[in-house]
């Protein structure tokens, strides 16, 4: 179940199954078996950024005696997870050592992905020279494999490599792997090609890939949710029906010996406990229904609210915009300047609408998901600190605050990804007896204060604060980074 949730992207519920199989290890026999758990663990982590831990589940299927191709394949992946953290250079020496195994020489798919890597590393440290020439020797390799996951992971790095030198020849090898991805239908690396292709391209090309990315984001979020929504059922269902068998064997138990000392009274106790379930039937039965025509009821009313939000915000628009490109010269400089401006207005209302409707879970693991959210804005170019969070009592704090915070911080690290071109991001968190204190601060390029789309821009923001009885103070100039207080009272 933990794989097949993590193929489906949910890897915090296939984290917290595997955690439910872990104590089961001890009893199992087969190594192979034992190593499968770890590995699966470790995907998890690194798919969540828990970085250390994705490496200690690797080091402990290390630990095991088991076949050396396993041994080396965890090898491979701490490589591959220094990569991620941006240790190129610890990396590049663990990928070098693994490429000269003859387990790795006889696997060219295996080999294929090490040289790859291995041109990566090299890339990130700028020896630009020896990266090119295991970019080909991998490229090489891959292609008698003719694997297109594997292909359209090495046009990718050919993308980045002549991102900045060569531009058309970049923009050749996104559309390649978009091309490979899009074959193997794997979405995330789809979704990776088309990022690089939309910040590469203008103009209607723009346009075309913009809508396909915002299509696919949209049909991914809905098949995930399905997916997650169905293994909760099939794990309350399985739980259930266990529970019920169990409760059957020991009525069955206990009616055997009744039965032998007194038919009488078993009777009763018969009647007795039909009575209750078919009580208990027609009251399921009956909340069951009840349940499915408040969720028909609530469903009609968020669809409803959400394409009157949709025409009302965004058709106008989209169809003036439409317009303006067919009937104007888009070669000239202010016309494509209108266009852009246009479709940037576009993509931040629906932006909007996507995260008023984007689920925020608030249950005793609501900062495993704060935390989750703030990491997926730590990038190599962006350190992003952290600090106090533990310390607050967020059960004792109220659901509507515990989402502004949410949405609030999620709406400053867009902005700061978006516009500040900042390296530095710290959110301090503070408890005093009566309050929660919130600071953020970036080294961004700053704003002023005065300009009135940057009012706009933090309109939101200032609202949802002041609608939970806080206080906001904002302090920025250009060039003088960007430092946000955010003050609002625990009950």
Same mark, same amino acid.
């Given at each position: 179940?933990?794989?097949?949730?993590? %193929?489906?992207?949910?890897?915090?519920?296939?984290?917290?199954?595997?955690?439910?199989?872990?104590?089961?290890?001890?009893?199992?026999?087969?190594?192979?078996?034992?190593?499968?758990?770890?590995?699966?663990?470790?995907?998890?982590?690194?798919?969540?950024?828990?970085?250390?831990?994705?490496?200690?589940?690797?080091?402990?299927?290390?630990?095991?005696?088991?076949?050396?191709?396993?041994?080396?394949?965890?090898?491979?992946?701490?490589?591959?997870?220094?990569?991620?953290? +941006?240790?190129?250079?610890?990396?590049?020496?663990?990928? =070098?050592?693994?490429?000269?195994?003859?387990?790795?020489?006889?696997?060219?798919?295996?080999? +294929?992905?090490?040289?790859?890597?291995?041109?990566?590393?090299?890339?990130? %440290?700028?020896?630009?020279?020896?990266?090119?020439?295991?970019?080909?020797?991998? =490229?090489?390799?891959?292609?008698?494999?003719?694997?297109?996951?594997?292909?359209?992971?090495?046009?990718?790095?050919?993308?980045?490599?002549?991102?900045?030198?060569?531009?058309?020849?970049?923009?050749?090898?996104?559309?390649?792997?978009?091309?490979?991805?899009?074959?193997?239908? @794997?979405?995330?690396?789809?979704?990776?090609?088309?990022?690089?292709?939309?910040?590469?391209?203008?103009?209607?090309?723009?346009?075309?890939?913009?809508?396909?990315?915002? @299509? =696919?984001?949209?049909?991914?979020?809905?098949?995930?949710?399905?997916?997650? @929504?169905?293994?909760?059922?099939?794990?309350?269902?399985?739980?259930?029906?266990?529970?019920?068998?169990?409760?059957?064997?020991?009525?069955?138990?206990?009616?055997?010996?009744?039965?032998? /000392?007194?038919?009488? /009274?078993?009777?009763?106790?018969?009647?007795? %406990?039909?009575?209750?379930?078919?009580?208990?039937?027609?009251?399921?039965?009956?909340?069951?229904?009840?349940?499915?025509?408040?969720?028909?009821?609530?469903?009609?009313?968020?669809?409803?609210?959400?394409?009157?939000?949709?025409?009302?915000?965004?058709?106008?628009? &989209?169809?003036?915009?439409?317009?303006?490109?067919?009937?104007?010269?888009?070669?000239?400089?202010?016309?494509?300047?209108?266009? =852009?401006?246009?479709?940037?207005?576009?993509?931040? /209302?629906?932006?909007?609408?996507?995260?008023?409707? @984007?689920?925020?879970?608030?249950?005793?693991?609501?900062?495993?998901?704060?935390?989750?959210?703030?990491?997926?804005?730590?990038?190599?170019?962006?350190?992003?600190?952290?600090?106090?969070?533990?310390?607050?009592?967020?059960?004792?704090?109220? *659901?509507?605050?515990? &989402?502004?915070?949410?949405?609030?911080?999620?709406?400053?690290?867009?902005?700061?990804?978006?516009?500040?071109?900042?390296?530095?991001?710290?959110?301090?968190? *503070?408890?005093?007896?009566?309050?929660?204190?919130?600071?953020?601060?970036?080294?961004?390029? +700053?704003?002023?204060?005065?300009?009135?789309?940057?009012?706009?821009?933090?309109?939101?923001?200032?609202?949802?604060?002041?609608?939970?009885?806080?206080?906001?103070?904002?302090?920025?100039?250009?060039?003088?980074?960007?430092?946000?207080?955010?003050?609002?009272?625990?009950?």
């Amino acid at each position: 179940m933990a794989e097949i949730q993590q %193929i489906q992207g949910d890897y915090a519920g296939s984290e917290t199954t595997i955690t439910e199989a872990l104590p089961c290890l001890k009893s199992v026999k087969k190594v192979s078996q034992i190593w499968s758990t770890y590995i699966i663990q470790s995907i998890n982590f690194l798919n969540t950024y828990d970085y250390k831990n994705a490496i200690l589940y690797n080091q402990k299927a290390l630990q095991l005696k088991t076949e050396e191709w396993r041994n080396l394949a965890a090898q491979n992946n701490i490589a591959v997870i220094l990569m991620e953290e +941006g240790k190129y250079e610890e990396s590049l020496q663990m990928f =070098l050592s693994l490429i000269v195994k003859k387990e790795v020489v006889n696997d060219n798919q295996f080999q +294929g992905k090490a040289l790859d890597h291995i041109g990566f590393c090299y890339f990130k %440290i700028n020896n630009l020279k020896k990266a090119l020439y295991y970019f080909n020797k991998g =490229l090489e390799i891959k292609k008698k494999a003719n694997t297109p996951l594997d292909l359209g992971k090495s046009y990718t790095h050919f993308a980045k490599f002549y991102e900045k030198s060569n531009p058309s020849l970049a923009k050749k090898y996104m559309l390649l792997s978009y091309e490979k991805f899009s074959a193997k239908n @794997n979405v995330d690396e789809r979704l990776s090609s088309l990022k690089l292709i939309i910040t590469n391209s203008s103009d209607k090309e723009l346009k075309k890939y913009s809508v396909i990315y915002v @299509n =696919l984001v949209d049909s991914v979020f809905e098949i995930r949710q399905k997916a997650k @929504n169905q293994f909760a059922r099939i794990k309350y269902d399985s739980k259930k029906e266990k529970d019920e068998n169990l409760k059957l064997k020991t009525h069955r138990a206990v009616n055997e010996l009744q039965l032998e /000392r007194q038919k009488t /009274r078993n009777i009763i106790s018969y009647i007795i %406990i039909v009575l209750s379930l078919s009580l208990i039937l027609v009251l399921y039965f009956y909340l069951t229904s009840r349940g499915k025509r408040e969720k028909i009821e609530a469903t009609y009313k968020s669809e409803t609210r959400i394409a009157k939000k949709l025409h009302d915000e965004l058709a106008n628009d &989209i169809y003036h915009t439409m317009a303006f490109a067919e009937s104007k010269n888009l070669s000239l400089a202010e016309n494509k300047e209108q266009l =852009l401006n246009n479709l940037d207005i576009i993509y931040s /209302r629906t932006r909007d609408i996507s995260k008023e409707n @984007n689920p925020i879970i608030i249950n005793e693991k609501y900062v495993f998901y704060l935390k989750e959210m703030i990491s997926g804005f730590n990038t190599t170019n962006i350190s992003l600190l952290v600090n106090g969070i533990e310390n607050i009592t967020w059960n004792e704090i109220e *659901k509507n605050k515990k &989402i502004t915070v949410y949405r609030v911080l999620q709406e400053l690290l867009v902005n700061m990804k978006k516009y500040s071109n900042a390296t530095l991001v710290d959110i301090t968190f *503070k408890k005093t007896d009566k309050s929660v204190i919130i600071t953020y601060t970036d080294n961004g390029k +700053g704003i002023d204060l005065n300009a009135i789309t940057f009012k706009n821009g933090l309109h939101n923001v200032e609202n949802r604060v002041l609608a939970i009885k806080g206080e906001i103070d904002i302090d920025s100039a250009p060039d003088k980074g960007f430092k946000v207080f955010i003050k609002f009272p625990l009950s």
